[in-house]
């Protein structure tokens, strides 16, 4: 019987040790994972098939992406300091269009993803109201991490911006619009973002 | 092992303390052998645990200088702050990579997007529709496996001699139980997953920075650091002496090498497009993935 205390004692080190990772498994993972596994629902919905399909797939999966992410905040953190050159009607448009680009670029990859498996990790503080949310997909090849960066608005979590192997999608736009607003108006961006829209 | 079966022998309920002992005892274990990729990424989120704090303590500073009401906004649609977004000049600078070549970078950007949509993606794709995925899939591992020299030397010389180890060990077992590579056993049949290295991260481990931007004919983004890594590994490659041991570089070595390329594309294909595809600036938005994805790899 003594043998069998020591265990549980072992066994209750054990739990101490390995349960933190479990216990702060907090909200803003639990969000992000059930928003985001309600779009890989929407993608292998059997019913969605066909053409007529593929439009209400595609309404369905814009609206979970509403839930899912904050295009204002990561529409502030694209721009930058740049935000304040706007105005905000200006601001407002460019939310929509960017938000339109980002739909236009990645809903037909993501329509043709079926099963892929998404494991949620762990999640990382960044500032007080800011937390990066870990993912794994497991794809043929591969893993590739995914890391969702939320941010907290009143009582909700939502992403602001998309981290895959290392790659910020906020940084990557910031740069390229960091370039055409250093010798042109807001007006020439939105307009250069519209043609883009318009083309789709 | 006679404490263990006294154990086992209690029943049923023991099971679960038998596997606890079982799992602490491998995380104390594995805890001090840098044995798996985790073990890495670890580190990774602490350093970087670290700089965020940094940045907080940066923030905390700043917003107490500011006036409140400049601080907070209301408003959604409102001005912002530096801090707000977590945007420092420090930040910035840190992100980008000088590109005193543009005008021939753009050129040759230009020159492999052809190529790519002219030449590598349809003999991708007649590649595709000829082999089968899961002949594709042997041959990637067959590649993979044979460039072990190249991540066994820059694990050494990035000061983790135990992935040096676990990467030889994988390519033992690979190329006996794997059949010549072409199965990754290590993993599949022993779980044992290793660690990707070469030349140009062990060089900006070393404290080298990229330089500046090159996009190269053929081979893409790179810079002199990259591309010195980049020959460096070449050497390191048991590919590179198939035609001639006293030539870098043969029609042989070329040729598995383009093979390898194409075989990698095959898995691939429409990802390009849709980077393409969402950029608004594509020469920076493919700049940035280079600069951003590269740093990741040598701060891991």
Request: aromatic share 20%; hydrophobic share 30%; glycine share 12%.
């Given at each position: 019987m003594k043998i069998l205390y020591t265990g549980l004692i072992l066994a209750l080190l054990t739990v101490i040790i390995v349960i933190p990772d479990c216990v702060y498994a907090g909200v803003p993972l639990d969000t992000v994972k059930s928003n985001a596994n309600d779009v890989i629902d929407i993608l292998r919905d059997?019913?969605?098939?066909?053409d007529s399909g593929k439009k209400i797939k595609e309404q369905k999966i814009e609206a979970a992406a509403d839930k899912l992410f904050d295009f204002v905040e990561l529409s502030k953190r694209t721009l930058g300091?740049?935000?304040?050159?706007?105005?905000p009607d200006q601001r407002k448009e460019f939310v929509g269009l960017f938000r339109n680009i980002l739909r236009d670029a990645y809903i037909d990859k993501l329509t043709s993803y079926t099963d892929e498996k998404v494991s949620f990790v762990r999640e990382v503080p960044l500032s007080e109201n800011t937390v990066e949310v870990q993912s794994i997909a497991e794809i043929k090849r591969g893993n590739i991490p995914i890391n969702y960066r939320v941010i907290k608005k009143g009582n909700e979590w939502k992403v602001y911006d998309v981290v895959v192997e290392g790659v910020s999608l906020v940084n990557n736009y910031r740069n390229q619009f960091r370039e055409i607003l250093g010798n042109n108006p807001p007006e020439k961006l939105l307009e250069t973002l519209r043609n883009k829209v318009a083309k789709k | 092992m006679m404490r263990l079966n006294s154990v086992v022998n209690n029943?049923?309920?023991c099971e679960s303390v038998l596997t606890a002992c079982v799992s602490l005892f491998l995380l104390f274990y594995l805890g001090s052998m840098?044995?798996?990729a985790e073990s890495d990424i670890k580190d990774g989120t602490n350093e970087s645990e670290a700089a965020h704090s940094l940045i907080q303590n940066q923030e905390t500073t700043n917003a107490s200088v500011l006036p409140a009401a400049d601080y907070?906004?209301?408003?959604?649609?409102g001005d912002i702050s530096e801090e707000e977004i977590g945007e420092t000049k420090i930040d910035i600078e840190e992100k980008l990579i000088a590109d005193p070549l543009e005008p021939f970078n753009r050129a040759m950007y230009h020159f492999n997007d052809k190529l790519y949509y002219w030449v590598w993606k349809p003999a991708a794709q007649g590649y595709k529709f000829v082999v089968p995925e899961e002949v594709r899939g042997l041959f990637s591992n067959f590649y993979y496996n044979i460039k072990a020299p190249v991540r066994i030397v820059n694990n050494l010389l990035q000061g983790k001699p135990g992935y040096a180890a676990v990467e030889l060990l994988r390519f033992l077992i690979n190329s006996t139980m794997g059949v010549a590579g072409l199965r990754d056993c290590a993993k599949d049949c022993f779980d044992i997953t290793g660690r990707d290295a070469d030349f140009g991260q062990t060089l900006g481990k070393y404290?080298?920075?990229?330089g500046f931007y090159v996009v190269a004919p053929f081979l893409g983004p790179t810079s002199p650091r990259d591309g010195i890594g980049w020959l460096v590994d070449w050497t390191l490659?048991?590919?590179?002496?198939?035609?001639?041991?006293?030539?870098?570089?043969t029609p042989q070595s070329v040729g598995l090498y383009v093979h390898e390329k194409i075989n990698q594309t095959s898995f691939y294909i429409g990802d390009y497009e849709i980077l393409q595809d969402a950029a608004i600036d594509p020469y920076i938005a493919m700049r940035d993935v280079y600069v951003q994805y590269r740093r990741k790899l040598i701060e891991r």
């Open positions: 059997p019913k969605l098939k066909g300091i740049n935000w304040n050159k706007f105005t | 029943g049923k309920q840098p044995l798996f907070k906004m209301s408003d959604e649609y404290g080298i920075g990229f490659r048991p590919t590179t002496y198939v035609g001639d041991p006293d030539e870098w570089f």
